[in-house]
């Protein structure tokens, strides 16, 4: 079965750094876009950031230079290494899969990871 499972989510103290790992299996890791999505307290869904597969990326206008995300397709794994934490970058972290196949669309999602950023 297909299943994305990310880890590395901590209790972290502001202007602290964390990297956050997803593992994929059953699929065809270098054919999917991968992006990371967040979900705060209170807030919706948000997109974060998103690797294609020839590794171009794009992020949410407020994260640039601080959060980076990168793609090893050997090992079927998408990081997001985040840097300069501060407390509103606390949430429940995503990892997902996207494949476009004619007029259907592939979205698989991952368990979420949690980060807190705190005193």
Known sequence: QVQLVESGGDLVQP???LR???AASGIIFSAYAMSWYRQAPGKQRE???I???DFRTNYANSLKGRFAISRDNAKNTVYLQMTSLKPEDTAVYYCTGRMRQGRNDYDYWG????V???P
């Open 15 to 17: 202007g602290g750094s």
């Open 20 to 22: 956050l790992s997803c």
């Open 47 to 49: 997109l974060v950031a």
């Open 51 to 53: 690797i294609i597969i």
């Open 111 to 114: 368990q979420g990871t949690q």
């Open 116 to 118: 807190t950023v705190s």
